[in-house]
Each structure stands twice: as structure tokens, then as C-alpha cells.
């Protein structure tokens, strides 16, 4: 069983940059999920794609954007950096069943990424 | 407004103390309710749900609804579970608290 991969590990940019972010999401699952975890604060979720589109989304600007490809793999898209957007940002996969719900969330390792 | 409230920010006990993380949450329905740990150098990970009762680790968490409360506990700590904890409860998407680091001293 392949756990949750994210890529970069770290990542620096400068404000109006945009980034993207990578997510492979583990062997089973159907639906991804993106948090942004900003220093000593608990993960805040951005929002979840499940069949190729947005599924729930949290109190974050449409700068932040994403896709989720047939693969069940995820990218997340923030476009105009500010500097308020240094974390780091966490990306979980689950198994999404019709009437049962999702299934605990597995988070990958993580992406740091510093604005400048 | 949904939240989770975890008021304590850093938890230091000695090796053998009991241990009370506390969790408050603020929900419409009844959310399912989650702890999650994160081990030095390591990615946040399950520790248990309360929909399946089960103890982890020695850890164990009662659901209150009546308080909306689900504190995490564990009789004897150990040093190995100095980490950061963090509640979560979710009804579609999942809403974590600020997190509680616990130390155990030896």
C-alpha cells in the first residue's frame, strides 16, 4: 500500500507568483482533500475534490484553485501570493463511499512554502 | 459558526502522570470527532475516532455530547507520547483545533 506523496518537500516564491503543488494520493482512495497549516496553528481546510471536482470548500479566496486528475492524483493552484501564504500546506486522501460517507483521512507529508 | 477548541497550547506532565488533552467543538449535527497526532519529524496520522470506541496507544476519548466535549486521556504517560495533538470533527469537511503539545518529562 503506497501512502500519501506530495511534492515539492519545500518551495519559495515571491508575492503575484503563482504555485503549484502535487499530491498523489494512496492506493484505494478516491477523494483529496488540502489544508493550509500556518505556523503554530491547526490545518485549515481549503477544499476537497472527489470525481474531478470541488466537493466542499473552506473560507478560502478563488485564487486558491485545484484539479484532481482520473488517477485520483490532486494539484493545488494558488495564483497572486501573498506573503500570508507561507505554510504549509497538506493534502489527505480518502475513501469516499455513497451512503457510508468518507473514510479516515491520510495525510501526505507536506509542502512548505515560504512567500517572500 | 462551526469550531473545535483545544485551549491548551502546551501540556508538560512527568513519565507515569495521567494526561487530559482537552477538546471543545461547536457544531450544528452531529459531527463525527477525531484525534490526530503528529510525532517529531513525522506527518499528522490517526490516533482514534469515537466511532469506533477503540483505545490507541493507551489513549482513550469519551464523547460528551451533553458538553460537547471529547478530551483525550491516557492513565500513564510515556515519553514517547510527546508529540502534537490535535482534535477534529467533521460533518462534510474536517475542522481541526488549534492543537496541544504534550511533553513527558522522564
Known amino acids: 500500500e503506497t501512502g500519501v506523496t506530495q511534492s515539492p518537500t519545500h518551495l519559495i516564491k515571491t508575492r503575484g507568483q503563482q504555485v503549484t503543488l502535487r499530491c498523489s494520493s494512496q492506493?484505494?482512495?478516491?477523494?483529496v482533500s488540502w489544508y493550509q497549516q500556518a505556523l503554530g496553528q491547526g490545518p485549515q481546510f481549503i477544499f476537497q475534490?472527489?470525481?474531478?471536482?470541488?466537493?466542499g470548500r473552506g473560507n478560502f479566496p478563488p485564487r486558491f484553485s485545484g484539479l484532481q486528475f482520473p488517477n485520483y492524483s490532486s494539484e493545488l493552484n494558488v495564483n497572486a501570493l501573498e506573503l500570508d501564504d507561507s505554510a504549509l500546506y497538506l493534502c489527505?486522501?480518502?475513501?469516499?463511499?455513497?451512503?457510508?460517507?468518507?473514510?479516515?483521512?491520510?495525510f501526505g507529508p507536506g509542502t512548505r512554502l515560504t512567500v517572500l | 459558526a462551526q469550531r473545535v477548541t483545544q485551549p491548551e497550547k502546551l501540556l508538560s506532565v512527568f513519565k507515569g502522570a495521567p494526561v487530559e488533552l482537552k477538546c471543545n467543538y461547536s457544531?450544528?449535527?452531529?459531527?463525527?470527532l477525531f484525534w490526530y497526532v503528529q510525532y517529531s519529524r513525522q506527518r499528522l496520522q490517526l490516533l482514534l475516532r469515537?466511532?469506533s470506541r477503540e483505545s490507541i496507544k493507551g489513549f482513550t476519548a469519551d464523547l460528551n455530547k451533553g458538553e460537547t466535549s471529547f478530551h483525550l486521556k491516557k492513565p500513564f504517560a510515556q515519553e514517547e507520547d510527546s508529540a502534537m495533538y490535535y482534535c477534529?470533527?467533521?460533518?462534510?469537511?474536517?475542522?481541526f483545533g488549534t492543537g496541544t503539545r504534550l511533553q513527558v518529562f522522564p
Open positions: 489527505a486522501s480518502s475513501l469516499f463511499l455513497a451512503g457510508e460517507g468518507t473514510d479516515t483521512q491520510y
Open positions: 492506493s484505494g482512495h478516491n477523494t
Open positions: 475534490y472527489y470525481r474531478e471536482e470541488e466537493n
Open positions: 457544531y450544528s449535527g452531529s459531527p463525527e
Open positions: 469515537h466511532i
Open positions: 477534529g470533527a467533521t460533518t462534510d469537511k474536517l475542522i
